[in-house]
């Protein structure tokens, strides 16, 4: 057969759990979370595997993986910033047995693969001496589970509120008592800096000894040296309160990836014995029957066992529109049922449902981390103790070399290292690959990590597969043309025979139009495929092929020559039967659909200056045929190695993106600057892939691409933000214009900016014309 004719298809969706997938080595079809190796106490879960190392960071050890023997995960409370995902990493990783410690931000797990059973304590131990807390992933803490009122926000805030008081009870009292009222604020501004100095001085022990707080203390410290009391406690409660903002910022970035955590209801309706019994979620297994009421989303992934049923599948796919669903479909976890009560059978394990792997996906894409993120992560870790040596030279060299006042130049200087606190900059980038990659799930399209979201807005051609892409991938046989005394049934039962079992499309669709027929299937043997040309077997004692007719070896009579152009010229795919190496016994013809959207995706990539190619096996006529309809550049005749080398000399002189759904469009994937999979394709191809659009539609890959554009726009903007703020205050403390206060404010005020700023991606809409 053609090239298309080797490709192995399935009708798994990109977040099919059926392969079991390395924890090192991120796969969408492979989201699913194995399960845990060894589960030593009540904060480790069964679901806690994550690739856990950038294979792109200079810094990561290979080895790590290997040498683990067992993996625990906790939910680590209290982190404001990526910074503190690094402080819980440092420290955690000097326990003895640990192998690798992650911290993923998004979704604020603690990942630890270490080589001995019983260091999950330590683990603990070292998440509390770093100022955190920690409890099970299992979602406790999740926002359904928060009290509400105005009594839980008195008491997260009551530092915050009671050095606030002290404060203006010492302003106020000042006229009249001043004495009493410096001392108000000395103690208030010991009281509240206490906390933050033990959590230093735990943070130097870790091994993170150039943290925010290091540097509050030593600032706060030093202007209580020089008198300036009040100041010392404005810098402490501006700290204080630029951190609450921090936590808020970060707590909304999360809120996409906890949207998707809550979409899974805690309770189920399982049918046993013919009885409704209402059970926990988490107590469900494959193969249970559940019952499903209009309005309820549903636990885990099943197949429908009624007739037919709609499903909202929006919060998954991004599809507003209701989707039917029939007797044995796929319906995933979080899809709400539209019309009426309806049965499934559990297809998913625990912690493998579809909102299980888009998590899991999420956590692996944070570890692969842009390369503008990860040089921003190595600079901020020189770029701390560089500027507090800076700041010790402003604070010695006026005074030394040009007899300064002492009192100015410390101030100065102490202005100087609060300015210098990488908390904005560092930010600036995860928080909008963060709210990017939240933002492109929501609308069903699964992105590997902020390498793949940067690739994709640099990319500037599209090199679309045919069969399964541009097209439903589900052709239909149109024309049986038998020759040299052959009929039709007893042609088509031959040629069902060797093509029975294949998984290809042109295949599947032939075996059903033989079924259709009523003809018994022979069982054919020694099948073999042909690569990039047909299939083969022997039937009853004779050797029977299908080729494609630019495959052959043999010259076709004229007037069968003009039936097969005939054919090709309608956009059909043609095969040759033959019985034996050369007596041809007719010709077999499919027809494929393009996706509705195909000529909107297109038009839409064109907009954006993107240059749309067809990459297909199929025949020059057939492709001219189905190109025209779209106006889309085409390449026919190719097998998979002409895909790669087509795409390789592509990507020479422009950053290509390769979308495909089958075994032969891998190889052209990996070859390309990025592979991006359909959602209904083939494992192979979505492994593949650094890219998924789950629910098929076309028209979402220019978008994807705009939104690319629109996270690195966003990641400019904030690094300009951060890096700006702190040169116009560096400038304005070095010449005194401000002070303290207004170093704190600055730096607190650039970190809710950046994130802020940040979070206008979680609302990103692509232009009308994509």
Same mark, same amino acid.
């Given at each position: 057969?053609?090239?298309?004719?080797?490709?192995?298809?399935?009708?798994?969706?990109?977040?099919?759990?059926?392969?079991?997938?390395?924890?090192?080595?991120?796969?969408?079809?492979?989201?699913?979370?194995?399960?845990?190796?060894?589960?030593?106490?009540?904060?480790?879960?069964?679901?806690?595997?994550?690739?856990?190392?950038?294979?792109?960071?200079?810094?990561?050890?290979?080895?790590?993986?290997?040498?683990?023997?067992?993996?625990?995960?906790?939910? *680590?409370?209290?982190?404001?910033?990526?910074?503190?995902?690094?402080?819980?990493?440092?420290?955690?990783?000097?326990?003895?047995?640990?192998?690798?410690?992650?911290?993923?931000?998004?979704?604020?797990?603690?990942?630890?693969?270490?080589?001995?059973?019983?260091?999950?304590?330590?683990?603990?131990?070292?998440?509390?001496?770093?100022?955190?807390?920690?409890?099970?992933?299992?979602?406790?803490?999740?926002?359904?589970?928060?009290?509400?009122?105005?009594?839980?926000?008195?008491?997260?805030?009551?530092?915050?509120?009671?050095?606030?008081?002290?404060?203006?009870?010492?302003?106020?009292?000042?006229?009249?008592?001043?004495?009493?009222?410096?001392?108000?604020?000395?103690?208030?501004?010991?009281?509240?800096?206490?906390?933050?100095?033990?959590?230093?001085?735990?943070?130097?022990?870790?091994?993170?000894?150039?943290?925010?707080?290091?540097?509050?203390?030593?600032?706060?410290?030093?202007?209580?040296?020089?008198?300036?009391?009040?100041?010392?406690?404005?810098?402490?409660?501006?700290?204080?309160?630029?951190?609450?903002?921090?936590?808020?910022?970060?707590?909304?970035?999360?809120?996409?990836?906890?949207?998707?955590?809550?979409?899974?209801?805690?309770?189920?309706?399982?049918?046993?014995?013919?009885?409704?019994?209402?059970?926990?979620?988490?107590?469900?297994?494959?193969?249970?029957?559940?019952?499903?009421?209009?309005?309820?989303? $549903?636990?885990?992934?099943?197949?429908?066992?009624?007739?037919?049923?709609?499903?909202?599948?929006?919060?998954?796919?991004?599809?507003?529109?209701?989707?039917?669903?029939?007797?044995?479909?796929?319906?995933?976890?979080?899809?709400?049922?539209?019309?009426?009560?309806?049965?499934?059978?559990?297809?998913?394990?625990?912690?493998?449902?579809?909102?299980?792997?888009?998590?899991?996906?999420?956590?692996?894409?944070?570890?692969?981390?842009?390369?503008?993120?990860?040089?921003?992560?190595?600079?901020?870790?020189?770029?701390?103790?560089?500027?507090?040596?800076?700041?010790? $030279?402003?604070?010695?060299?006026?005074?030394?070399?040009?007899?300064?006042?002492?009192?100015?130049?410390?101030?100065?200087?102490?202005?100087?290292?609060?300015?210098?606190?990488?908390?904005?900059? *560092?930010?600036?980038?995860?928080?909008?690959?963060?709210?990017?990659?939240?933002?492109?799930?929501?609308?069903?399209?699964?992105?590997?990590?902020?390498?793949?979201?940067?690739?994709?807005?640099?990319?500037?051609?599209?090199?679309?597969?045919?069969?399964?892409?541009?097209?439903?991938?589900?052709?239909?046989?149109?024309?049986?043309?038998?020759?040299?005394?052959?009929?039709?049934?007893?042609?088509?039962?031959?040629?069902?025979?060797?093509?029975?079992?294949?998984?290809?499309?042109?295949?599947?669709?032939?075996?059903?139009?033989?079924?259709?027929?009523?003809?018994?299937?022979?069982?054919?043997?020694?099948?073999?495929?042909?690569?990039?040309?047909?299939?083969?077997?022997?039937?009853?004692?004779?050797?029977?092929?299908?080729?494609?007719?630019?495959?052959?070896?043999?010259?076709?009579?004229?007037?069968?020559?003009?039936?097969?152009?005939?054919?090709?010229?309608?956009?059909?795919?043609?095969?040759?039967?033959?019985?034996?190496?050369?007596?041809?016994?007719?010709?077999?013809?499919?027809?494929?659909?393009?996706?509705?959207?195909?000529?909107?995706?297109?038009?839409?990539?064109?907009?954006?200056?993107?240059?749309?190619?067809? $990459?297909?096996?199929?025949?020059?006529?057939?492709?001219?045929?189905?190109?025209?309809?779209?106006?889309?550049?085409?390449?026919?005749?190719?097998?998979?190695?002409?895909?790669?080398?087509?795409?390789?000399?592509?990507?020479?002189?422009?950053? *290509?993106?390769?979308?495909?759904?089958?075994?032969?469009?891998?190889?052209?994937?990996?070859?390309?600057?990025?592979?991006?999979?359909?959602?209904?394709?083939?494992?192979?191809?979505?492994?593949?892939?650094?890219?998924?659009?789950?629910?098929?539609?076309? *028209?979402?890959?220019?978008?994807?691409?705009?939104?690319?554009?629109?996270?690195?726009?966003?990641?400019?903007?904030?690094?300009?933000?951060?890096?700006?703020?702190?040169?116009?205050?560096?400038?304005?403390?070095?010449?005194?214009?401000?002070?303290?206060?207004?170093?704190?404010?600055?730096?607190?005020?650039?970190?809710?900016?950046?994130?802020?700023?940040?979070?206008?991606?979680?609302?990103?809409?692509?232009?009308?014309?994509?």
């Amino acid at each position: 057969m053609c090239t298309k004719h080797q490709a192995c298809r399935s009708d798994k969706v990109a977040v099919n759990p059926s392969q079991s997938g390395s924890c090192s080595s991120p796969k969408i079809t492979s989201i699913q979370m194995a399960g845990v190796e060894s589960v030593d106490s009540g904060c480790c879960s069964s679901n806690s595997c994550s690739n856990g190392v950038d294979p792109s960071d200079e810094e990561s050890e290979s080895g790590a993986s290997i040498e683990a023997r067992h993996t625990h995960s906790w939910k *680590v409370n209290g982190m404001d910033c990526p910074s503190c995902a690094r402080k819980i990493e440092t420290a955690v990783l000097k326990v003895s047995g640990v192998v690798e410690a992650k911290v993923l931000f998004a979704t604020e797990k603690l990942v630890v693969k270490t080589n001995d059973a019983d260091v999950a304590v330590a683990v603990e131990d070292a998440i509390i001496a770093t100022g955190f807390t920690y409890s099970s992933p299992s979602g406790a803490g999740s926002k359904k589970d928060q009290p509400k009122g105005w009594l839980p926000i008195i008491k997260q805030n009551g530092q915050i509120i009671s050095i606030a008081s002290a404060m203006i009870f010492a302003a106020i009292i000042k006229p009249t008592f001043p004495l009493i009222s410096e001392w108000m604020f000395i103690l208030t501004c010991l009281a509240g800096l206490y906390p933050i100095a033990k959590k230093a001085v735990a943070l130097a022990k870790s091994g993170t000894p150039f943290a925010i707080e290091t540097l509050m203390s030593v600032a706060a410290v030093g202007a209580l040296y020089l008198g300036e009391t009040v100041e010392a406690a404005m810098v402490l409660l501006l700290f204080l309160i630029g951190e609450r903002l921090e936590a808020f910022a970060a707590s909304r970035a999360r809120s996409g990836v906890q949207s998707l955590m809550e979409l899974v209801p805690e309770n189920a309706i399982q049918i046993v014995d013919g009885q409704r019994v209402e059970v926990s979620v988490s107590e469900l297994q494959p193969g249970d029957v559940i019952e499903v009421s209009p309005g309820a989303r $549903l636990p885990a992934d099943g197949k429908l066992l009624d007739e037919v049923a709609s499903f909202d599948e929006s919060a998954l796919t991004g599809e507003s529109i209701p989707v039917e669903r029939f007797t044995g479909e796929s319906v995933m976890a979080g899809a709400v049922v539209a019309d009426r009560v309806v049965r499934f059978t559990i297809t998913s394990k625990q912690g493998e449902n579809a909102i299980d792997r888009i998590l899991h996906l999420i956590e692996e894409a944070e570890s692969r981390k842009a390369p503008l993120e990860r040089f921003l992560d190595k600079f901020s870790r020189w770029y701390t103790p560089l500027m507090m040596l800076v700041s010790l $030279l402003v604070i010695i060299t006026p005074p030394l070399l040009f007899a300064q006042p002492w009192e100015t130049w410390v101030y100065r200087g102490l202005a100087l290292l609060l300015i210098a606190c990488p908390c904005a900059l *560092v930010i600036s980038t995860p928080a909008a690959i963060t709210s990017g990659l939240a933002a492109a799930a929501r609308r069903g399209a699964l992105i590997k990590g902020g390498a793949a979201l940067e690739q994709l807005g640099k990319i500037e051609t599209v090199a679309f597969d045919k069969t399964g892409t541009l097209t439903k991938g589900k052709p239909e046989v149109t024309n049986i043309v038998a020759l040299n005394g052959w009929q039709e049934n007893e042609l088509l039962a031959k040629v069902a025979a060797i093509e029975v079992g294949s998984s290809h499309p042109l295949a599947v669709s032939l075996v059903n139009k033989a079924k259709e027929r009523g003809l018994s299937i022979a069982e054919a043997e020694d099948k073999q495929a042909l690569v990039g040309s047909g299939v083969k077997g022997l039937v009853e004692g004779t050797i029977y092929q299908v080729i494609a007719p630019s495959k052959l070896e043999l010259t076709l009579e004229e007037q069968l020559d003009a039936q097969i152009a005939r054919l090709e010229d309608e956009g059909k795919t043609v095969v040759v039967a033959l019985a034996g190496d050369s007596n041809v016994i007719g010709l077999i013809a499919w027809q494929d659909t393009l996706r509705d959207d195909s000529a909107q995706a297109v038009k839409a990539l064109k907009h954006l200056g993107i240059q749309s190619i067809m $990459l297909t096996g199929d025949n020059p006529r057939s492709a001219l045929a189905i190109s025209s309809m779209i106006e889309i550049d085409y390449k026919a005749s190719l097998l998979p190695k002409d895909k790669v080398a087509y795409v390789e000399q592509l990507s020479t002189g422009a950053n *290509v993106a390769m979308v495909g759904d089958g075994i032969n469009d891998a190889p052209a994937m990996k070859a390309s600057s990025i592979g991006i999979a359909m959602g209904g394709g083939t494992d192979v191809a979505l492994e593949t892939a650094d890219a998924a659009i789950t629910h098929n539609r076309l *028209v979402e890959l220019a978008a994807m691409i705009e939104l690319s554009r629109a996270t690195l726009n966003n990641i400019r903007q904030n690094v300009a933000l951060a890096l700006g703020l702190k040169g116009i205050f560096l400038v304005t403390s070095l010449l005194g214009i401000t002070g303290l206060w207004v170093a704190v404010l600055a730096d607190s005020g650039a970190t809710a900016i950046v994130t802020l700023n940040a979070l206008r991606l979680l609302k990103f809409e692509p232009s009308q014309n994509s």
